[in-house]
């Protein structure tokens, strides 16, 4: 008997030392000759994660960071929900808008002091806005503010949170996602008579900034952070940002969005004003929580052409959330050819070009998702097996896949 348990024993230590996965990266910070944001620059294009306030806690991450991208995008706290304050609000007296920075400055002083550009994100999305915003007194028992007023609320609120952030911390966000995800998928979602597919809806719940200011809460909101950066003199890029940007319809409504944000004001001598930089395609690439649908190379087609399409109405174009997702470990390997075959079609396409159309990819996938449980959206959103980096952060074999395709000519 004892003979048995300790022949178990030994298999159970022997199976501790396995790697569960195979495709853990056997390079050392030594293997690779240069950081990976100097291969990226190369082909005209910044190259970057996403940082959180739990990530900058993590010394792995965090290395990761500083030796091998050159921008950031705060995950949630340059956001609106996390910025507005309602107390400080009612407490001013001004019947404007009032924040608390404390968080974001934090993040921001975070990547200023590593010389890291940090893309802004986002100055108007309807999803999770705080309901206070919209009413009378910033009391959600009172009646819902007037258009006028809500158009002030917003103006004073992107005009702070750019100027706060450029003033503070001038050069490091570089560009703002002025509006986000503004586009519906589906019939239903948005008026069957609007080209721009403005939703409506979101999850069959009212957006309420089409509710409450209007159809044209998309060109306000690039009116008045173009306003605010012309105003500080600053060279700040100012992106609408989606998701399924890489489909031919939202692709098309696109168009008729740019079109309109850039007709929406003109200057003193009747010229339209060019209010709008660039696009921001999120790359949620593959199935919704399922196997069916990723790594196919539809996917890298269907890149390619937004961003020619894209660069053709004279947008700047971004990848903003890249998550190439995978969810079985049979595709393991497949997963890290994608990886090298997606990134040798952007290492080439502004040569294609001519000329630096595309200027910025950031990783929002960057780490596979703990499998249990199955059901979650962070699992769904990103997959279980479609990082860079293990759940440990250690360097997988997509990261080097993509290292490998910006090194080559």
């Known amino acids: ?7 178990l024993l030994c298999l159970l230590l022997l199976a501790s030392c396995v790697p569960v996965l195979a495709d853990v990266s056997a390079r050392t910070a030594e293997d690779y000759p240069e950081p990976l944001y100097t291969l990226a620059e190369k082909h005209g294009f910044r190259i970057g994660i996403c940082l959180s306030p739990n990530q900058m806690s993590s010394a792995s991450y965090k290395n990761f960071l500083f030796g091998h991208f050159n921008t950031t995008t705060c995950t949630n706290e340059t956001k609106a ?32 002091a590593h010389n890291i550009g940090v893309r802004g994100h986002v100055l108007t999305w309807d999803a999770y806005m705080t309901p206070w915003f919209f009413h009378e007194g910033y009391d959600e028992k009172q009646p819902i503010a007037s258009r006028e007023v809500l158009l002030a609320r917003m103006e004073s609120y992107i005009t702070q949170v750019v100027t706060h952030f450029e003033t503070e911390f001038p050069g ?26 403005i939703r409506t809806v979101r999850n069959g719940a009212p957006n309420p900034f089409y509710e409450y200011v209007g159809p044209d809460y998309v060109e306000y909101s690039f009116l008045y952070a173009r306003n605010a950066v012309e105003a500080l003199g600053a060279d700040i890029g100012l992106f609408y940002n989606d998701y399924n940007m890489l489909y031919a319809d939202k692709r098309g409504a696109a168009k008729y969005l740019v079109e309109s944000i850039n007709s929406f004001a003109q200057d003193e001598n009747g010229n339209d004003r ?16 399922v196997q069916d649908g990723c790594l196919g190379d539809y996917l890298i087609t269907n890149t390619r052409d937004s961003i020619v399409a894209f660069d053709k109405l004279g947008m700047e174009v971004h990848i903003t959330e890249m998550a190439l997702r995978n969810y079985e ?8 050819v994608f990886y090298g075959k997606m990134f040798d079609m952007l290492a080439g396409i502004n040569k294609q070009l001519g000329h630096n159309a595309l200027t910025c990819v950031t990783i929002w996938g960057v780490n596979d998702v703990q499998q249990n449980p199955w059901d979650t959206y962070s699992w769904k959103l990103n997959s279980t097996l479609g990082g860079i980096l293990t759940v440990k952060n250690e360097i997988k074999t997509s990261f080097d896949a993509m290292y490998d395709a910006l090194m080559a000519d």
């Open 329 to 336: 470990e049979a595709h393991i390997a497949d997963h890290a």
């Open 172 to 197: 490091v966000i570089y560009c703002w996602d002025v509006v986000n995800e503004a586009m519906g998928d589906n019939a239903g979602e948005y008026k069957a008579d609007d080209p721009r597919h």
């Open 274 to 289: 060019k209010l709008i930089d660039g696009i921001g395609m999120q790359g949620y690439m593959g199935g919704y929580g």
């Open 81 to 112: 929900y996390s910025l507005l304050n309602q107390p400080a609000t009612l407490a001013a007296g001004d019947g404007m808008p009032h924040m608390d920075w404390t968080v974001a400055d934090r993040m921001i002083r975070f990547a200023q």
């Open 1 to 7: 008997m004892k003979s048995i348990l300790c022949l």
